[in-house]
């Protein structure tokens, strides 16, 4: 009740005072930036709707591309002009909340909207109980199958047929084992420590054998070098040395996980969603990124006997406001930030062909999937799992992860000295 | 007999007029230049973050010794000791080759040499990055036909720095190349033929009679050569990243983690203040020893 209260109160002074402006005739600029979709579209389908229900406000539109993001909005936070509403990739703005630069979203959202987000989601995007941002839509991080080569290989019946099986890193091995029996230069595993995009398909391995980079919940206390992650990380080590996955792990980048995989050179693969979506793999094979038209089945993580399966890693969209002394602008950012993600999220999530963050949000290319149905149920039972990235130095950890990979890879240090490195200076970054 | 040294007021006077046609791009140098150049150097006398910025002297500068003096700018000493020289002696060579040809030839040659300097970077690194990997590149494909293993071109700490010289070095040479031709072609036919009647062969001529005379040439491009490639960081943030184990880790891309990954702009530009301050004194040793051997 109180909530319910405060929450109109927010949303009621918001209105009165951007309406105070159309009153007087006077225009708001909001400055909006986004890195997900094609200028015209964004215009077309969210900022001409939305400037004609609110014609006081005009949304000033820059597209800023994926990989500039982050040096960008950080160069207009050090000169004091950032935007003043951003939609994109959420794994960046941690730092930025951190550091008071954005509002706690969590006070302009009724309970009933709070509820609508996914189990877990609120808390991935929260510091100190502020929830940074509007969570929008995410790409899921699960293990993968191709379907069509382990038939061909004989296998398939070893591996569980069903996101609702289970199995574990034994029963992986042994069918990694018939695999390069059947061809060595198919490998059943791909590892990569170089790049820091697509990190978490990386650290998905850890999960399976328990390992995260904060176990206890403790932002200063970094446990990927835990004896379950030293475990995880000499088990990727004896992969590579058996052949199960390719050398080179020290120079691989995660782009190469789909090279590998349209290439059908790794049956395994733990990575993006996408490529399960049956549209997608038609895609890949039409514009001949994909020499065959693979099936790709989404399956159950192995994991060591006697761990639970893990929640999923996510790569969420977000939008976020950005503090502004200007109270007329900070509250019509909030009206419009709110406004996009009530209005337009279907339209958003649909475009960039990911999972909605929202219960109420069931976009059309979704509906009759039956992955996503299945990615629904899983996400309703285990949740997300966070890979850090609420964490204000989860960009400088990311930088630090792979050095020690690749000086495990390398043989210049053992999975112990590695990990315990990775984690002193992890934890030096809060000194 | 004694020459008269005027004053500025003379000079302005006299040379108005060329002083008014270089002003716009003075300016222009000044305000995209030196004007950052001279915010970088107070930058780096503070401790600055995004949100706060407050005086510390020479604090950012201490702090240098432990990490800065070490891997990164021993990375960055081996880059230019390789690319310098390199760069350098391969495009005069290619250019006094293609020197040789007519002007169609000459012209077609030319042409392919600049063609990676035109195409985008990122797409000429995934170009390299595929011929680099290690299971479907094309440069351990064609070493498996000579019996040789696959060479981990960028997960290998010598290979990395000498693969992302090769990147460099193909994709900068050309500009080397059109300017060492540009100077060859402005050798005077007349010293050439007299070296030849002299019985001297075409190494020879060119060892001997075209390399001094485009020796302010050679100056021109170890100058700019030797500043580039202490500043190398393209090449290296999208092929490695720094790896493998900060093998390839250079000032340039230390500077930008610093600044871009873990906020402490004063450190970063401290980083640069350092970088300016060797770029300068090798070039500075560079302009006074190579002006001594001017042929000309």
């Known amino acids: ?431 | 007999m004694e020459i008269k040294h005027r004053g500025l007021g003379y000079r302005l006077k006299k040379g108005w007029p060329a002083y008014l046609f270089i002003m716009p791009a003075t300016l222009l140098i000044g305000l995209v230049k030196v004007k950052p150049m001279l915010e970088g150097i107070i930058l780096s006398f503070y401790k600055a973050g995004l949100k706060s910025k407050f005086f510390v002297g020479l604090e950012n500068f201490k702090n240098l010794t432990g990490t800065f003096l070490t891997q990164e700018l021993i990375n960055t000493l081996i880059f230019a000791a390789i690319l310098v020289p390199s760069m350098l002696i391969i495009s005069l060579i290619l250019a006094g080759m293609i020197s040789k040809f007519g002007k169609t030839k000459a012209t077609i040659f030319r042409g392919a040499f600049y063609l990676p300097k035109v195409t985008a970077g990122v797409v000429m690194t995934m170009v390299w990055l595929w011929m680099f990997n290690p299971i479907w590149g094309i440069f351990n494909y064609i070493l498996s036909f000579m019996g040789i293993k696959p060479v981990m071109w960028l997960a290998d700490p010598v290979m990395s720095k000498l693969s992302v010289c090769m990147v460099v070095i193909v994709s900068n040479v050309a500009s080397s190349i059109i300017i060492f031709s540009a100077a060859i072609a402005g050798v005077s036919k007349r010293y050439l033929e007299a070296a030849s009647l002299e019985g001297a062969n075409s190494l020879q001529i060119f060892r001997y009679v075209t390399v001094p005379l485009i020796s302010p040439t050679v100056l021109f491009l170890l100058l700019t050569t030797t500043s580039g490639s202490f500043q190398i960081f393209s090449a290296v943030i999208l092929l490695t990243e720094g790896g493998p184990m900060h093998s390839t880790l250079t000032v340039g891309l230390n500077i930008y983690h610093q600044g871009f990954l873990y906020y402490r702009f004063g450190i970063a530009a401290a980083h640069g203040v350092v970088l300016l301050a060797i770029i300068f004194i090798i070039c500075f040793f560079q302009f006074r020893i190579m002006r001594r051997r001017f042929e000309y």
């Open chain 1, 1 to 431: 009740m109180f909530r319910k209260f405060v929450v109109g109160l927010v949303v009621g002074l918001m209105v009165l005072l951007v309406g105070q402006f159309a009153l007087a005739g006077e225009i708001i600029e909001i400055d909006f930036w986004e890195s997900q979709q094609p200028i015209d579209r964004v215009m077309k389908n969210v900022i001409e709707p939305f400037e004609a229900e609110y014609p006081n406000i005009k949304i000033n539109l820059v597209f800023v591309g994926p990989g500039q993001m982050h040096d960008t909005v950080s160069t207009a936070l050090a000169a004091g002009m950032p935007p003043n509403v951003l939609l994109g990739y959420s794994g960046r703005l941690a730092k930025w909340a951190w550091e008071g630069f954005l509002i706690d979203h969590k006070w302009t959202l009724t309970q009933t909207e709070i509820d609508n987000f996914l189990p877990g989601v609120v808390d991935t995007f929260s510091i100190e109980g502020k929830l940074f941002c509007y969570p929008c839509y995410f790409v899921p991080v699960v293990f993968t199958a191709n379907k069509t080569l382990l038939e061909r290989i004989g296998v398939w019946d070893l591996v569980p047929q069903s996101i609702e099986e289970d199995w574990t890193i034994s029963d992986f091995m042994m069918i990694a084992e018939k695999v390069k029996e059947y061809n060595p230069d198919i490998y059943s595993a791909f590892f990569h420590a170089n790049g820091r995009g697509g990190d978490v398909y990386m650290l998905d391995y850890f999960k399976g054998f328990g390992a995260n980079h904060y176990a206890s919940g403790d932002l200063t206390d970094v446990t990927l070098n835990s004896e379950a992650g030293i475990e995880a990380l000499e088990w990727m080590g004896e992969m590579v040395d058996r052949g199960y996955a390719p050398k080179g792990v020290a120079a691989f980048k995660s782009s190469d996980i789909a090279k590998m995989r349209n290439a059908g050179l790794v049956v395994f693969s733990s990575g993006a969603m996408s490529p399960v979506l049956p549209h997608v793999a038609r895609e890949m094979y039409d514009t001949k990124a994909s020499p065959e038209l693979w099936e790709w089945k989404w399956i159950r993580q192995p994991h060591l006997a006697g761990i639970d399966s893990p929640g999923i890693f996510i790569s969420p969209g977000v939008i976020s406001v950005f503090q502004t002394e200007d109270s007329q602008k900070l509250a019509a950012s909030i009206l419009f930030a709110k406004w996009v993600n009530n209005n337009t999220m279907k339209w958003f999530t649909e475009q960039s062909g990911n999972i909605p963050l929202q219960k109420s949000v069931e976009p059309k290319h979704l509906i009759k999937n039956e992955d996503y149905a299945r990615l629904s149920d899983y996400l309703a039972e285990y949740g997300i799992t966070d890979a850090g990235i609420h964490s204000p130095h989860y960009t400088q950890i990311r930088n630090l992860r792979f050095p020690e990979l690749q000086a495990y890879f390398m043989g210049k240090k053992t999975a112990k000295e590695a990990l315990d490195d990775f984690a002193k200076a992890a934890e030096d970054l809060w000194k």
